[in-house]
Nanobody, 124 residues
Framework: QVQLVESGGGLVQPGGSLRLSCAASGSIFSINAMAWYRQAPGKQRELVATITSGRSTNYADSVKGRFFISRDNALDTAYLQMNSLKPEDTAVYYC??????????????????WGQGTLVTVSS
């Protein structure tokens, strides 16, 4: 019983900024790596950014220098700060996390979980 919920998507003008949130809930012992993916209509889902439990980050070349991933372990939440947005950034953005579940107060196993997605539209 673990799940992710994304929020923060919407309409923004080119050059603008938007911040996405990804909140995890359920029987969580800890959250390992977290990531943001995106999928535009008719295109394959692509990896945008990753962040490890140690807060090491990686970015797709197309967003490097513009997007920034972060996490707040106390809130079980990851964020994606998107700056200098371009029309080609338009997509449904999905959160992904590897979550260590807890059973009877002890770590149980690791599960990969996907959020439902949030739509980001960049248009003038």
């Amino acid at each position: 019983q673990v799940q992710l919920v994304e929020s923060g998507g919407g309409l923004v003008q080119p050059g603008g900024s938007l911040r996405l949130s990804c909140a995890a809930s359920g029987s969580i012992f800890s959250i390992n790596a977290m990531a943001w993916y995106r999928q535009a209509p008719g295109k394959q889902r692509e990896l945008v950014a990753t962040i490890t439990s140690g807060r090491s980050t990686n970015y797709a070349d197309s967003v490097k220098g513009r997007f920034f991933i972060s996490r707040d372990n106390a809130l079980d939440t990851a964020y994606l700060q998107m700056n200098s947005l371009k029309p080609e950034d338009t997509a449904v953005y999905y959160c992904n996390a590897n979550i260590r579940t807890v059973v009877a107060g002890l770590p149980f196993n690791d599960r990969e979980v996907w959020g439902q997605g949030t739509l980001v539209t960049v248009s003038s």
